[in-house]
């Protein structure tokens, strides 16, 4: 996908490390790319020429766009990626790929990579529980996931219903 065909993209800023970022994201999630990179064309305040300055890729089937910006700006937990796993495994998966190269835990399904950029690996059976329309399942589900770091589905399961 060339940047005149994408409308609208997510554009996140790296200290120098937008095409590793992009590599690790390719070879970790499904229908993720590598797309051009471009070196900077002169010296720039935190590069030089021929350093790379952008790199095109997709994550999960969204369009984004890597800018080594330098230091100075930070990722956010205000942007995350929610990734929506089908079971244990595939939610394994993505959390340790994650975290054994450089990231950390956080609460609820939440961690960051090792450039700061948040996920959220959500098992598909836990927002079909907290979203339930029975209040006794959601709450029981929400208050199973608050005290967990990577979401166990099997304690998910068991909290559905009801601890049986």
């Avoid at 595939?90 to 996920?119: F, P, V």
Wanted: charged letters at 20%; glycine letters at 10%; one cysteine or more.
């Amino acid at each position: 996908m060339t940047a005149a065909a994408v409308k609208n993209r997510v554009c996140l800023w790296f200290n120098g490390t937008a095409e590793e970022a992009a590599r690790f994201y390719a070879k970790t999630f499904p229908e993720s790319t590598v797309g051009k990179v471009t070196r900077a064309p002169a010296d720039y305040p935190s590069g030089k020429a021929g350093d790379v300055l952008t790199v095109e890729f997709t994550v999960l089937g969204i369009p984004c766009l890597g800018l080594n910006g330098g230091p100075g700006i930070s990722h956010s937990m205000a942007f995350s990626f929610q990734v929506m796993t089908e079971d244990q495994a595939e939610t394994d998966r993505y959390w340790n790929a994650i975290i054994n190269n450089g990231g950390e835990e956080s609460q609820c399904g939440w961690c960051k990579d090792q450039w700061g950029l948040s996920w959220q690996i959500t098992p598909q059976i836990l927002m079909q529980a907290v979203t339930h329309p029975d209040p006794a399942i959601a709450q029981r589900a929400f208050n199973a996931m608050m005290p967990m770091r990577k979401i166990d589905v099997a304690t998910i399961k068991a909290a559905i219903d009801g601890g049986k």
